[in-house]
């Protein structure tokens, strides 16, 4: 992973192989952002008329280089757009800084070192551009040939100027981003693995391995104990493929916490619809149909890096979504841990079914709150397109804390409720409930049906997050082509938030 460091040098004076400055759009045209004064005046204050000239604006993902002059150490200036400046009085908005730290570690990949001399007065400034640059910074090459794209690689290292390595809360700054970046990055290098690489035993083998490196617990139920224990939901969707299921749970404990957060996530490692075959054009992704599991993995093991003082579970549902012919078919009843008997209607409709199983279980040791993570519906992508996802929950505080804390990190959402009169929708005939409801609000109906088996009395939230999960368009900001890491910010910074008593 690209290196982080912080740098009390001169933007001009720190050897570097470019150094980055911050363009705003300005009233009367581009203006220069904090940070790149000793940079400009190499260019005799003229720097922000000579990228003007190249065409610079300083709209958001911009980026424009330069020949650096005598004076810059560095070879080449990068300049990249803020969007619009602030007004007079006003900081940079963090967001803004994220994303043009991230069009600059994508623009500098195969470099060995760059200087950030971006605004960086405070933590949350520090913290914003080191979280953008790592993020920005990642590439995913591991089944590239050396003739292929791998060949540049990712920039190797960077440096942000103005920040101070000796202060306190800048240094905890930079440790948070490093911690959360390489979660996030380990959360796209998961969903970007191709399924007969990362089945459901592969990936608990992958947490089992960073339980030992991070002083995590970590127990692995196979298709032996999942069928021991009743685990109907997460037995009946794998059942048609040849790898089997696993319910992992991972957990990271503080001897001086006083709150319990579980974090749930669906883990279907190929989603082919089952049964219900997806139509040509939708399967070629489902290879991401595991980022809420990747998210709450990479969540938790971050939560252990930066010893937050709070207990996090984390319970990867893992299954395969195969037709085999051993499938579970439309029509059948399902009877799911917590006793509770499912009629299934539709066989792509599994990650509820893996969910609820998890669901329930992590009920069981009455955590104070419980956040499922799912790449669950089309429906959610259809009411919020590709870029936001959706939260609901059965206490309205809680989603709106859980909203106010996604937005803060940089992760667009957006509140949904959970209407009941579509709860009759789901009646089923032959079982307790089906998992199927009504078309129309398709998303809301799958979140009533996994509030059935939250356990009585537990606050819970679940986030949709099939629309920015995975970007099949070209990169942005720090927004990769491919896997994303949705959600494990949030998840993380829920877990401050409970540490500090802030969120429960």
Known sequence: MTALTLSTSSAAALRADAVVVGLAKGAKGPRLAPGAEAVDAAFDGKLAAVLETLGASGAEGEATKVPAPSGVKAAVVLAVGLGDAPEDGDGYDLEALRKAAGVAGRSLSGAKKAAFALPAGDAAEVEAVATGALLGAYAFTAYQTENGAAGKGSLGEVAIVGAKPRDKEHKAAAERATAVAAEV????????????????????????????????????????????????????????????????????????ATHTLAFVGKGITYDSGGISLKPAGHNETMKCDMSGAAAVFGAVVAAAKLGLRVNVTG?????????GGNATRPGDVLRMYSGKTVEVLNTDAEGRLVLADALARASEEAPDAIVDVATLTGAMVLALGDGRFGIMSNDDAFRTAVHATALAEGEDSWPMPLPQQLRKTFDSPTADIANMGVRPGGGLIAGLFLKEFVGEGITWAHLDI?????????????TPKGGTGTAVRTLVALARKAAEGDLL
Do not use: C, Q
């Open 185 to 256: 990055n380990r959360a796209r290098d998961l969903v970007n693995t191709p399924s007969n690489d990362l089945d459901p035993k592969a990936f608990a083998a992958e947490v089992t391995a960073a339980g030992k490196e991070f002083g995590l617990k970590v127990e692995v139920l196979d298709e032996k104990a999942l069928a021991k224990g009743g685990y109907g939901g997460l037995i009946g969707v794998g059942r048609g493929s040849a790898t089997p299921p696993r319910l992992v749970r991972v957990a990271y404990k503080h001897p001086k």
């Open 466 to 478: 099939a629309g920015p999960a995975f970007n099949e368009g070209s990169s942005f900001g720090y």
């Open 315 to 323: 319970w990867l549902a893992l299954a395969e979504n195969m037709p």
